[in-house]
Structures are given as C-alpha cells and as structure tokens.
C-alpha cells in the first residue's frame, strides 16, 4: 500500500501541482492545432516518470506515459469528462500496483 499511496501522490502533483494553465490549454489540440502534442508529451512523461521513480520500473514508466497520454486526449477530444479521466488514470495505478505483487514487471 505504500508504493499505491505514492503512485496517487505522484499522480496528484503530476495533474495538479505540475500542470500549469498554460500546459492544460496547449496540450489540446483545439486550442493548439500546430504543437499540441509537445506539451501532451511532455505531461504524459512528467506522469511516466514518477511512476518509475516511485516503483523503479522502466516497464511501469513507459506504461504509465503512454496510457497517460491516451486517457488525457480522451479528455481533451471530449469523449470522457474529468471524473473519468481521473479513474482510469487511478485504475492505471491500480494496475501497476498487480503487475508489481505478481513480478510481471
């Protein structure tokens, strides 16, 4: 339970602490058809990496990056809201929590 409680913190600062106005509005590709992508990556890392640092998984970190940004441009598209957004991304963490107990990473 220790490492599930740092994984939310790092999701925490990652979405909220970490994540300026300026960040949220670039990384939609509404508001900035041009480099969007730049600052949904460079979100989506923040994510990776604290999964990583917390569970010293290189595996977990990419995992993490890449349903990060894929669960953010569904938000972004409109095609889940906030509060879902947020439990696929606690569902994610759930998730790397079983592969770590099993050893599947």
């Known amino acids: 339970m ?3 409680f740092l994984l939310l913190f ?10 300026t106005e300026y960040m949220i ?3 939609d590709r509404k508001n900035n058809p041009e480099s969007w992508y730049i600052y949904a990556t460079a979100h989506a890392v923040i994510h990776g990496g604290l999964v990583g640092f917390f569970t010293g998984s290189f595996v ?5 990056t890449v ?6 441009q569904g938000k972004c598209s409109g ?3 906030f ?4 439990l696929l991304h606690i569902a ?3 998730l790397w929590i079983i592969l770590l107990v099993k050893g599947l990473v």
């Open 2 to 4: 220790d490492i599930f």
């Open 10 to 19: 790092g999701h925490a600062l990652g979405d909220f602490a970490l994540q």
């Open 25 to 27: 509005k670039n990384k």
């Open 60 to 64: 977990l970190a990419i995992a993490e």
């Open 67 to 72: 349903c990060h940004a894929v669960i953010d």
């Open 79 to 81: 095609k889940i809201d």
């Open 83 to 86: 509060k879902i957004d947020q």
């Open 92 to 94: 994610c963490k759930g």
